[in-house]
């Protein structure tokens, strides 16, 4: 089994070449790391991509730091950071691409900025430069996921189903076949929903400044949906005017996940991305 030297032994795989451009894939919150669909991460490769993935501590097949009612692991997005940096490592990896996801994208801002000359090129999916309310919809009820409760099998994959649901798209059909395969794969892979509530503490206590993106200046891509129903899109607008060497990409109907129709103009604008950082 891949996993990182040390007593934090992260769960790594890759996809692709071993020379190939590496570009590490950070997952959000609560999301193993199967969320990067396998025929997604192939249109990266089939670009000359070597799409690295891997487990943020606290769910799938990386460490869990306490039992079920441990609701406090103790670290902060920083720690993990550092676990991604310890993957990268791990494959002889002196600088990388970096792609993530909402709190993944929280994730690689902070890895760019405790060591920027490792990060060739940030691309961040639906995320924002700091926990201010304003970025976020507000919400009357937690979900089960997010409330960190214990489930049986068919409770558990129902739960994330629906709460895949509530964070599909207005213009692009729920794909239930596979939130319902994934949510099966997850919970058998790994079920471990006491890491939910330690990954959550980790964000609180991240003190995000747009101030501190303005010294950044590898290329960068923003990409966000207009009908996000987690974090606004003016989180992207302005993680995109921070960033000094970014470029903005707002879709009309995309909620907060990656719409299979738009996978080939998500793959087009990363890679374009990548290339710039290897033309300067």
Same mark, same amino acid.
């Given at each position: 089994?891949?996993?990182?030297?040390?007593?934090? @032994?992260?769960? !790594?795989?890759?996809?692709? %070449?071993?020379?190939? &451009?590496?570009?590490?894939? #950070?997952?959000?919150?609560?999301? =193993?790391?199967?969320?990067?669909?396998?025929?997604?991460?192939?249109?990266?490769?089939?670009?000359?991509?070597?799409?690295?993935?891997?487990?943020?501590?606290?769910?799938?097949?990386?460490?869990?730091?306490?039992?079920?009612?441990?609701?406090?692991?103790?670290?902060?997005?920083?720690?993990?950071?550092?676990?991604?940096?310890?993957?990268?490592?791990?494959?002889?990896?002196?600088?990388?691409?970096?792609?993530?996801?909402?709190?993944?994208?929280?994730?690689?801002?902070?890895?760019?900025?405790?060591?920027?000359?490792?990060?060739?090129?940030?691309?961040?999916?639906?995320?924002?430069?700091?926990? @201010?309310?304003? !970025?976020?919809?507000?919400? %009357?009820?937690?979900? &089960?996921?997010?409330?960190? #409760?214990?489930?049986?099998?068919? =409770?558990?994959?129902?739960?994330?189903?629906?709460?895949?649901?509530?964070?599909?798209?207005?213009?692009?059909?729920?794909?239930?076949?596979?939130?319902?395969?994934?949510?099966?794969?997850?919970?058998?892979?790994?079920?471990?929903?006491?890491?939910?509530?330690?990954?959550?503490?980790?964000?609180?206590?991240?003190?995000?400044?747009?101030?501190?993106?303005?010294?950044?200046?590898?290329?960068?891509?923003?990409?966000?949906?207009?009908?996000?129903?987690?974090?606004?899109?003016?989180?992207?607008?302005?993680?995109?005017?921070?960033?000094?060497?970014?470029?903005?990409?707002?879709?009309?109907?995309?909620?907060?996940?990656?719409?299979?129709?738009?996978?080939?103009?998500? &793959?087009?604008?990363?890679?374009?991305?990548?290339?710039?950082?290897?033309?300067?």
């Amino acid at each position: 089994m891949p996993v990182t030297p040390g007593p934090m @032994e992260i769960y !790594y795989e890759t996809r692709g %070449e071993p020379d190939a &451009a590496p570009a590490l894939f #950070i997952s959000g919150f609560s999301s =193993q790391m199967l969320g990067w669909r396998e025929t997604f991460c192939h249109r990266f490769v089939e670009r000359g991509v070597r799409v690295i993935l891997f487990d943020n501590r606290d769910v799938g097949l990386s460490p869990k730091l306490g039992g079920p009612s441990d609701v406090d692991g103790g670290y902060g997005l920083r720690d993990m950071a550092a676990d991604g940096f310890a993957v990268l490592d791990a494959l002889g990896v002196e600088r990388a691409h970096l792609v993530g996801q909402s709190m993944g994208g929280m994730i690689a801002q902070v890895m760019a900025m405790m060591h920027p000359g490792r990060v060739r090129s940030i691309s961040l999916i639906y995320s924002a430069p700091s926990l @201010e309310p304003r !970025y976020f919809v507000a919400r %009357e009820t937690v979900d &089960a996921v997010e409330a960190g #409760i214990r489930l049986d099998r068919r =409770q558990a994959i129902e739960a994330f189903v629906d709460r895949e649901r509530i964070s599909g798209s207005v213009a692009y059909a729920f794909d239930e076949v596979w939130i319902r395969e994934l949510a099966a794969l997850c919970y058998d892979r790994c079920y471990a929903p006491d890491g939910v509530l330690r990954q959550r503490a980790a964000m609180a206590r991240w003190q995000g400044r747009t101030g501190d993106l303005e010294r950044l200046s590898m290329p960068a891509c923003v990409i966000h949906g207009r009908d996000d129903c987690h974090i606004r899109p003016e989180a992207s607008v302005a993680l995109a005017a921070a960033l000094r060497n970014a470029e903005l990409h707002l879709y009309p109907g995309l909620g907060h996940e990656l719409a299979a129709p738009l996978w080939d103009d998500f &793959a087009t604008c990363i890679t374009r991305t990548m290339r710039r950082a290897h033309e300067t």
